[in-house]
């Protein structure tokens, strides 16, 4: 027996969630469902304990092809040639005019091939030991369940904006397959590729409850009301927005809690790095006058953490930049999160961290790495709740201008007001519902 049968704890209040070790994105969506997981465990369906070694080889190519397809943009001509030969195969298309999108595609039908080959099928048979509601972050795991006749209930989490015909079986119709959509444009666009309505729910994407507070969002009230107070130095939103702020947030605190910090986020396959350093060396006069704390948050990959302490150590910035890294991804997540609360701005690629604007953290938009992100860069946008980045040499001014102006402290809330922030609430909500009715 590979994963813990229903015998070795009270399953009442739990599902299988299953996620992929490829980037960060999959297993963030999943963290904060923890509580859900049984044995509080997410699967990797990638990597998971006993997993068959012809299963193994698959994945690992597969993972191999997703890190090479965000590295490979950044080699001159032909990197980026082939980048968009590669992005094409997960392409989403422009939603108008609306039509329907319901037939499969290529990527799809190669995708179904190799499952009925018997790709996943030991994953699932595992699983069906303790057959309880299967929630993915991931739409592989989703299809290898519907062809294997998992006996419960499947739920796909949309990690994205916008989405790739490839998230949808290849008839959906048909498809058993539920969804739990992260926003308004995920929820239309499943309709467009043949979804039945019912098989959609509008649920947010999952923050992470340490963050939150609760379903009143205690929490990021609070941590919002101290970030605003860095971010409109000069006062100028509040004065103009006070209603709104105090409608939304309360009375405000006097004096912050933190200094003014700023993340930078680097994604697994690292292809930001020389962005940030880049930042870094623009801001160093900002951060050795202890006007701005930098934190680099660098994953679980021990050469990222070494490449920026190799740029930083010579700069003299006296702690406030600091490297956060874990050794395991939950640790690294855990770290992430409670930095987050004192975070004023987050620099990121618009990856799933974009629905991180939810928590009232402005995004500065780093270079996208394709289509579903081309997407999420454009739907921050479309909210208002982040700014493109400009040149990285001249950071220290721009920054500092959308400060002043108070544009950091009106995204930080157009971001709050304007993104579900309760989706991890609502996605535990459903599942112990669906338990109830199945046990009925």
């Not at 939103?237 to 702020?245: A, I």
């Not at 974009?354 to 289509?371: D, H, Q, R, T």
Request: charged share 25%.
């Amino acid at each position: 027996m590979l994963l813990k049968t229903e015998s070795s704890e009270d399953s009442n209040q739990k599902a299988w969630v299953v996620a992929v070790d490829m980037g960060y994105g999959h297993q963030r969506t999943a963290y904060p469902l923890r509580d859900l997981a049984f044995g509080r465990s997410v699967v990797n369906a990638n990597n998971y304990p006993g997993i068959i070694e012809k299963d193994r080889r698959f994945w690992r190519i597969t993972k191999s092809a997703y890190e090479f397809l965000s590295r490979i943009r950044s080699i001159p001509l032909i990197g980026l040639f082939l980048f968009l030969f590669l992005d094409s195969f997960q392409k989403i298309l422009g939603y108008y005019p609306k039509r329907d999108l319901s037939k499969s595609n290529f990527g799809g039908r190669i995708i179904f091939s190799f499952m009925r080959r018997g790709w996943g099928k030991d994953l699932i048979n595992q699983l069906k030991k303790n057959p309880l509601p299967l929630v993915t972050t991931f739409f592989t795991p989703a299809f290898m369940a519907e062809e294997c006749n998992y006996p419960n209930d499947i739920y796909c989490i949309i990690c994205d904006a916008d989405i790739a015909r490839a998230w949808v079986s290849l008839e959906p119709q048909k498809s058993r397959i539920k969804y739990f959509a992260s926003n308004t444009w995920t929820r239309d666009r499943l309709k467009l590729y043949g979804v039945p309505t019912e098989n959609i729910m509008l649920t947010g994407y999952p923050l992470p409850k340490e963050n939150l507070g609760g379903p009143n969002l205690e929490t990021v009230k609070k941590d919002v009301g101290y970030r605003l107070l860095n971010l409109d130095p000069s006062g100028k939103y509040r004065k103009l927005y006070s209603p709104l702020v105090r409608s939304y947030l309360g009375e405000l605190p006097h004096i912050p809690n933190h200094p003014l910090t700023l993340m930078f986020s680097i994604g697994g396959a690292g292809a930001q790095k020389e962005i940030a350093v880049a930042i870094i060396n623009s801001l160093k006069e900002k951060i050795q006058a202890q006007e701005l704390r930098v934190i680099v948050s660098v994953g679980t990959r021990e050469a990222h953490r070494q490449y920026f302490a190799n740029h930083i150590e010579g700069l003299k910035l006296d702690g406030w930049a600091h490297i956060l890294s874990g050794k395991t991804m939950a640790e690294y997540f855990n770290k992430f999160n409670q930095a987050l609360r004192t975070t004023d701005i987050l620099m990121t690629k618009p990856s799933e961290l974009s629905f991180y604007a939810g928590l009232g953290i402005p995004i500065v938009i780093e270079p996208s790495i394709g289509s579903q992100e081309d997407f999420n860069r454009r739907w921050l946008l479309h909210i208002g709740a982040g700014t493109l980045q400009e040149n990285p040499k001249y950071t220290a001014e721009w920054l500092f201008d959308l400060l002043e102006g108070g544009d950091f402290a009106e995204m930080a809330m157009q971001g709050f007001v304007e993104i579900e922030k309760r989706g991890t609430y609502n996605i535990e909500q459903i599942i112990q519902k669906s338990k109830l009715k199945n046990q009925n």
